[in-house]
């Protein structure tokens, strides 16, 4: 299986055996669950989500590739080209999702959407660091309220005082996120459209603890 490294990283919603939108994975991933007989393919078409196992894909992919090659990212073999799917399903698996969502770097700098959360300018994710509006030493635990993104220059200005002391504003309040941010980023984009209504149904139809 040949394949640009971009394609094979592109993103596809993963379902439980319920429908229940679970995680995001990449489409090496969904690929392999797919070919292992463990997960089908979901795809919206006219309005209706139809299912396919594996070699049913290949036979639709190869209409794909005739009718509407440019909606599609391809990943090539020696015997056949398959189009990436958008979502897959387990067929096994019906846990619920997680309904919280984890703070790391990589969900808070996309919830703040890669934006110095003092200046207010977009940065590479290279260049912002976490910072505590409360600093540590004061108090200030590491929550999604408590931490956003900044960059080098406003951290180091900020230093170990609150925005008041450092006569600094934030662009926004810090909020814990409802969902997993890059998700959110992922629901913007067109290409992932068929997405929202599996999301959603996960969202507000998960039991509350």
Known sequence: MTADVAVLSSSVLLLNR???AVRVVNARRALTLM????AEVVSCEN???????FDNWVEVSALKARFEPERHDWVRTVRFQIAVPRIIRLLGYDK???????????NLFARDQNRCQYCGRRYPTGELSVDHVLPRSQGGRTTWENV?????????????RTPSEAHMKLVAVPRR?????ILTIKLSDEKYASWKQFVDFAYWNVELK
Do not use: E, H, I
Not at 47 to 53: I, K, P, R, V
């Open 18 to 20: 319920l429908y229940m």
């Open 35 to 38: 070919y292992r007989d463990l």
């Open 47 to 53: 309005g209706q989500f139809l299912s396919y196992d």
């Open 96 to 106: 619920l999702p997680r309904t919280d969502v984890k703070l790391n770097r990589r």
């Open 148 to 160: 956003v993104c900044a960059c080098v220059r406003c951290n180091v200005r900020k230093g170990g």
């Open 177 to 181: 996120p409802r969902r997993s941010p």
